[in-house]
């Protein structure tokens, strides 16, 4: 039920007020990001914390020219790989070895598997790596909520600018969203107290007995 509140409360923030949110806060948004499901669990992103003004400033000019960009207190951004390596599967392995140790014959199935994945998805790996970080900003969005912490996700900014300003293809990334979280400044948020446009249940659930 206090979850349900905790969506009722958020909104997508228009107008932050620049105040600073609390460490610990956003650790624990971020300690939930990192418990988001993934694809085959391969993690395949990044989330880059940006507190620095004049990045965010940089941001906001040759990127992204929406309020909370710079008025935020932390800027996540969201970035994908564009493609697997050998290297990271082989990092992804030890950890599972470290964690859980399985044993080789169980890892050689598993990573078959997961090759077997990668080539259905050939044609579109960049989107199907992407699609996994959007779970983690549900997650996000949910948990910066129930902390009573504003966050606006964006997808509404210049692709190419923000993966050069933040050097994200050297790294194999590609920025899928961005996340501001903050504070609201009620002059400047006109989605504040707005009633949820939303569908009534029955027009989006159908129920098959
Ligand atoms: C993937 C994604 C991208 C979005 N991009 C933007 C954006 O660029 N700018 C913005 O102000 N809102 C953006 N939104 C917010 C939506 O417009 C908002 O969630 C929707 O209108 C529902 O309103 P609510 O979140 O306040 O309930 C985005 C939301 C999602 C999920």
């Known amino acids: 039920m206090n979850l349900i509140e905790d969506l009722n409360w958020r909104h997508a923030c228009k107008g932050m007020n620049g105040t600073k949110v609390p460490q610990e806060k956003i650790n624990r948004i971020l300690e939930a990001v990192n418990l988001a499901p ?3 669990g391969m993690q ?3 989330v880059l914390v940006i507190e620095n003004k004049e990045l965010k400033e940089q941001i906001y000019k040759e990127a992204c020219q929406q309020q909370p ?7 996540l951004v969201f970035a994908s790989y564009t493609e697997i390596t050998d290297r990271y599967l082989d990092e992804y392995f030890s950890l599972i070895e470290r964690k859980r140790n399985p044993g ?3 890892c050689d199935k598993y990573r078959k598997k997961i090759e077997f994945f990668m080539e259905k998805n050939y044609n579109n790996l960049e989107g199907w790596l992407a699609k996994q970080t959007y779970i983690a900003l549900g997650i996000a969005c949910t948990v910066a909520a129930n902390e009573r912490v504003d966050s606006v996700p964006i997808e509404g900014f210049d ?5 050069r300003i933040l050097n994200l293809p050297d790294k194999h990334l590609s920025a899928t969203f961005i996340l501001p979280l903050g504070y609201k400044d009620p002059a400047q948020d006109w989605m504040n107290n707005q009633p949820k446009v939303r569908k009534e249940l029955n027009d989006l659930i159908e129920v098959i007995r």
């Open 38 to 40: 993934t694809s085959l």
């Open 44 to 46: 395949a992103f990044k």
């Open 69 to 75: 960009i710079t008025e935020c207190s932390h800027l």
């Open 104 to 106: 080789k014959e169980w």
């Open 159 to 163: 692709k190419e600018a923000l993966n």
